[in-house]
């Protein structure tokens, strides 16, 4: 079968997340919208639908049957789909859910009911509720590493998953309010204390002592510490040092220096305003709980301290001892005094200093999304 994610419009609603892919690439709950597809259907081609210059990297591919990319999937409705029949589309009440050919046709939906990301801020508000559900889906028929007896689990044993070559010494276990997933060759050290649910992908790691209050979701390769709540890394990512980040999403290679914080609560317990690309503006929302959110290759310095609902955009330098702005367009270097442009030419050698730790650099496609989005921060 043949499939691709439509952005269906959103696009610009989940950046900066989305400024460096697709919707249905991000990552949230365990896994990443194609991989969800590609679990429930091994033999399936995945590509996407979103805007051009992301094009390269992110192909769609022809003759595909379209698929809503905020829709997470569920048995009912991978079966829905598979039957779907020619020229005909599929909803959920008025919520579109895919189509073949014209679509003119159109039928309702009528299995479980699905969960739909209708906002940036749904990556962490409806993370438990995924990561369930994705602990269930790529845990089925699988056994689990025996947990060593240095730890103390709290809770249900079935709760807890860990992959071949994950390591947990030492720490506090706690899987009563959601489950615990350890990937393959990732290490939670000692003294961390966590409260499910928890999806550590990967290689990822967290640090010595880390204090997690779920749900939480750190993607491959990911470093933390300090104190984290309800927040989503993408990859690469670094928090490695003591200081609190919660109800927050960060992006792929971002690092945060030692001891950021980032506020998540107004002192006035009212719902946040937080800027929106979709608006060009800041918005009120209906949500009391918003840390930061930054776009991939962003980086901070020691004891950056972020205000409630703070929209970071892509390969943005921030530094100072006072607030920055709420929103930091891409491509930004400073702090509270002030901002540059951050040269392009500057960012891309600073991007590729980093993932060359990893043996990795950008590549042709991801250095043209560089140049497209450095042009378009000139408009903002």
């Not at 003759?63 to 829709?71: E, G, K, M, P």
């Not at 010494?169 to 350890?182: A, H």
């Not at 590549?363 to 000139?378: D, V």
Request: glycine content about 10%; proline content about 3%.
């Amino acid at each position: 079968m043949k499939i691709n994610l439509d952005d269906c419009g959103l696009h610009l609603r989940f950046a900066p997340l989305t400024l460096t892919r697709p919707l249905g690439n991000l990552r949230f709950g365990i896994l990443t919208n194609d991989e969800r597809w590609k679990t429930f259907l091994p033999e399936a081609e995945i590509g996407f639908i979103s805007e051009e210059y992301l094009s390269k990297k992110f192909g769609r591919i022809s003759d595909a049957t379209r698929v809503n990319a905020s829709i997470i999937p569920n048995e009912d409705i991978v079966a829905s789909i598979l039957h779907l029949g020619e020229n005909t589309s599929l909803f959920w009440n008025d919520l579109f859910i895919a189509s073949n050919g014209d679509g003119n046709v159109k039928v309702q939906f009528t299995g479980e009911e699905p969960i739909h990301l209708n906002q940036r801020w749904h990556l962490y508000q409806k993370n438990g509720t995924i990561l369930e559900q994705d602990f269930k889906l790529i845990t089925a028929g699988k056994k689990s590493q025996k947990l060593s007896d240095t730890n103390i689990l709290i809770g249900p044993l079935n709760q807890l998953f860990l992959e071949e070559g994950a390591v947990v010494e030492g720490s506090i276990l706690n899987t009563t309010n959601g489950p615990i997933y350890v990937g393959k060759d990732a290490e939670i050290m000692e003294g961390s204390v966590v409260r499910g649910g928890l999806a550590l992908k990967e290689h990822a790691a967290l640090k010595l002592s880390t204090k997690v209050y779920g749900p939480c979701t750190l993607g491959p390769h990911c470093k933390v510490g300090g104190e984290i709540n309800n927040v989503t890394f993408q990859a690469y990512s670094n928090k490695g040092h003591d200081g609190f980040l919660g109800n927050a999403s960060i992006g792929e290679w971002c690092n945060l220096g030692a001891d950021t914080n980032s506020s998540n609560l107004k002192n006035n317990y009212g719902n946040v305003s937080t800027y929106s690309y979709e608006q060009k503006a800041e918005i009120k929302t209906d949500v009391q709980f918003m840390g930061v959110c930054m776009g991939d290759h962003s980086k901070c310095s020691i004891n950056t301290m972020f205000n409630t609902a703070t929209v970071v955009g892509v390969s943005c330098n921030i530094f100072g001892s006072d607030f920055p702005p709420k929103f930091i367009p891409s491509f930004s270097w400073g702090g509270s005094e002030g901002f540059v442009k951050f040269k392009l030419e500057k960012a891309i050698e600073y991007s590729n200093n980093m993932m060359n730790r990893r043996g990795l650099n950008l590549t042709p496609e991801e250095i043209e999304i560089f140049e497209h989005l450095e042009n378009q921060s000139k408009n903002i």
